[in-house]
Nanobody
Framework: VQLQASGGGLVQAGGSLRLSCAASVDSSKIVAMGWYRQAPGKERELVAT???????NYADSVKGRFTISRDDAKNTIYLQMNNLKPEDTAVYYC??????????WGQGTLVTVSS
């Protein structure tokens, strides 16, 4: 499984960005998929995911501002990020857990929020 993330960039605080992550395989081969991020000097953390049950899970810090969505026909998930804050600055990674019981990571896309 290969994951191609895109959509990062530089935005002012209060602005919006939408990230995309396209998987190289059919969505039926993926159990769960989501977004993580890693800020400089910090550990990678969960941002938002679709669980194996199909529900969504968000970090408390992004609830009400970020929305994860999916288009199974395109094998793609999205992360709509609104009201961005400087503390959202990080490299955002797409993650997938496949039916082959393997974890996969995309290459990361940088989001920079200026104050």
């Amino acid at each position: 499984v290969q994951l191609q993330a895109s959509g990062g960039g530089l935005v002012q605080a209060g602005g919006s960005l939408r990230l995309s992550c396209a998987a190289s395989v059919d969505s039926s081969k993926i159990v769960a998929m989501g977004w993580y991020r890693q800020a400089p000097g910090k550990e990678r953390e969960l941002v938002a995911t679709f669980t194996a049950a199909g529900t969504t899970n968000y970090a408390d810090s992004v609830k009400g501002r970020f929305t994860i969505s999916r288009d199974d026909a395109k094998n793609t998930i999205y992360l709509q990020m609104n009201n961005l804050k400087p503390e959202d600055t990080a490299v955002y990674y797409c993650n997938a857990f496949g039916r082959d019981v393997q974890f996969y990571w995309g290459q990361g896309t940088l989001v920079t929020v200026s104050s």
